[in-house]
């Protein structure tokens, strides 16, 4: 993976997430040289953009790095790949923030701004176990569900920028209403939050004591490694909800499968991280059963192999190779 830079050369990758910023420096082999991750929101009120600029000034010290050539950073979204410009994104209260502006101006250096899915589908496409592929589809469920599309070697964005949004595929028409307004999506039958209402359900009537007692029935505090515990733990009917909502993952991915044909899927995320056999498993009938045999033939169905990495690699990866974009 070199060729993009030359010796001596670094470029950074940048997480934006909800919870954490994250800054890695590497160099022109993708090797890691400098890392600094902080909490995204700050307790006195400093603005999230002014956080961001000392995560990348302290990665760059660690590294001991004065110069670079570009940043690559992966952010919620929505947002406009285009022009780097975050839309709405209420975690971090950005609204219509021209971020790549205002990292340019800041660092002097060329910057990419995408969409986290898409940065870290490209990440494992192209550091992980489908490197080899032409076309990918990974699927990141979590609090959302997202998807990065990836044909013939290049991200797919579609006429508006942000094609992907695998999370608001109508599953069923008179479903659970999803965060979008819409009933029946993926989102609101599979998602982090929709297996810890159900979950959360069953530990109050009694059904779940080891969620009970771990958790309480708070939403929040259901998170993937709870759950994923209380099924080693034995809890057949938490253990039920996970399936049903990794089996609803795969249909919408044997649904996706069917319009992209792609060469591989790859399974990101923390549920899936948590529980890769037990997903991977509902994901595979979901996809047996909903996509078209001739188009699912030989696809490989992989988990990510880069974790939290895959974000800030894809991004770095993403800017070293547009360089040649901004000359
Ligand atoms: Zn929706």
């Avoid at 700050?42 to 956080?51: A, D, L, N, V």
């Avoid at 695998?166 to 209403?177: A, S």
């Avoid at 004591?209 to 939403?219: K, Q, R, S």
């Amino acid at each position: 993976m070199d060729g993009f830079l030359s010796q001596g050369e670094h470029v950074v990758g940048v997480d934006i997430g909800g919870t954490k910023l994250m800054a890695v420096v590497y160099d022109h082999k993708f090797k890691v040289k400098g890392r600094n991750k902080r909490k995204s929101k700050s307790s006195k009120g400093e603005p999230t953009e002014e956080r961001l600029t000392r995560t990348i000034q302290e990665a760059l010290d660690e590294a001991h790095v004065d110069t670079i050539r570009g940043i690559g950073v992966g952010s919620p979204g929505p947002l406009d790949p285009r022009t780097g410009v975050i839309i709405d994104t209420p975690n971090l209260a950005w609204k219509n923030f021209p971020l790549a502006q205002y990292l340019k101006k800041t660092f002097k250096v060329p910057v990419v701004v995408d969409n986290d899915v898409n940065v870290g589908t490209y990440g494992e496409y192209r550091f992980g176990e489908v490197s080899d592929c032409e076309s990918v589809l990974g699927v990141f469920p979590g609090t959302g569900i997202g998807a990065g599309i990836i044909i013939d070697r290049k991200v797919f964005y579609g006429f508006s920028g942000a094609a992907g949004e695998i999370g608001h595929m109508t599953l069923e028409v008179d479903g659970p209403y999803c965060g979008c307004g819409k009933r029946g999506c993926l989102e609101g039958l599979a998602s982090r939050v929709a297996i810890a209402a159900n979950v959360a359900a069953l530990a109050a009537r009694g059904d779940a004591p080891f969620i009970l007692a771990t958790c309480g029935t708070d939403l929040s505090a259901i998170r993937s490694g709870a759950l994923a515990d209380a099924v080693k733990a034995g809890e057949k009917m938490v253990e039920g909800v996970i399936r049903k909502a990794a089996y609803y993952v795969g249909v919408a991915t044997g649904n996706a499968i069917n319009i992209l044909s792609p060469e591989a899927v790859v399974l990101g995320g923390g549920l899936v991280e948590s529980m890769p056999e037990l997903y991977l498993e509902e994901v595979k009938r979901g996809i047996k059963e909903h996509a078209m045999p001739f188009l699912r033939k030989n696809v490989r169905i992989v988990t990510a192999k880069l974790g939290d990495d895959a974000v800030v690699l894809g991004a770095a990866c993403m800017i070293a190779e547009r360089l040649g974009e901004f000359e």
